[in-house]
């Protein structure tokens, strides 16, 4: 038996909504919905809709410091969700990984 006891607290998890209603799930869906992937175009990598941007090029714009402004100034066709949704691909990306392949 362990000197202090442990309390465990319950969590709920509140579904994060945008002004419009949109759970979390959907936002992201919809994001999503902007990468396309279209074979001969950029060899078929992950592409910001109707552009030959891919979201490895704009993740590393990120990466290297580049805010969304800056982005958005070489880039005016781009628009916030466009990032956003590089962002979001990435994630579900991570998401479908084995966790084993990510400590590899």
């Keep these: 038996m362990y000197p202090y006891s442990k309390k465990t607290a319950s969590v709920t998890k509140v579904p994060m909504t945008n002004s419009h209603g949109e759970t979390e799930t959907t936002m992201t869906a919809n994001l999503l919905e902007r990468i396309t992937m279209t074979p001969g175009v950029m060899d078929g990598r992950p592409c910001v809709r109707g ?54």
């Excluded at 410091?65 to 979001?88: F, K, M, N, Q, Y």
């Design 51 to 104: 552009t030959r941007l891919t979201v490895r090029y704009v993740l590393g714009l990120l990466a290297h410091g580049a805010d969304v402004a800056e982005i958005r100034t070489d880039h005016p066709s781009l628009t916030d969700d466009d990032i956003r949704a590089c962002l979001a691909y990435a994630a579900h990306t991570l998401d479908q990984l084995a966790p084993a392949a990510l400590s590899a």
